[in-house]
């Protein structure tokens, strides 16, 4: 099975950036789709950025802010996250669906905390 390593949270100040990286292990063919979730305490989690093909969807809440990408050479995908609030304080995680030497995968991350706090 394909093992995802997030990286890249922390703590920032209201107004900070922070970006979050999550590599693929394995032998990973293709990346049909990625994407970034997040769960904040008490509350479900929610779709944050995803990108199929060539087409990228953001919440509401990230747009004009978050930015996803991806590097198919190394096989990680980004969010980049600009201007954070408060609000934004969650647990982070990744997902990505493709194809690897085994077959197909569908897999997500551990997860990284972000807190945006002064």
């Known amino acids: 099975q394909v093992q995802l390593v997030e990286s890249g949270g922390g703590l920032v100040q209201p107004g900070g950036s922070l970006r979050l990286s999550c590599a693929a292990s394995?032998?990973?063919?293709?990346?049909?789709?990625c994407g970034w979730y997040r769960q904040a305490p008490g509350k479900q989690r929610e779709m944050v950025a995803s990108m199929t093909g060539g087409r990228t969807t953001y919440a509401d809440s990230a747009k004009g802010r978050f930015t996803i990408s991806r590097d198919n050479g190394r096989i990680t995908v980004y969010l980049h996250m600009n201007n954070l609030k408060p609000e934004d304080t969650a647990v982070y995680y990744c997902h990505l669906v493709g194809e690897y030497g085994s077959g197909p995968f569908d897999s997500w991350g551990q997860g990284t905390q972000v807190t945006v706090s002064s």
């Open positions: 394995g032998s990973v063919f293709t990346i049909s789709s």
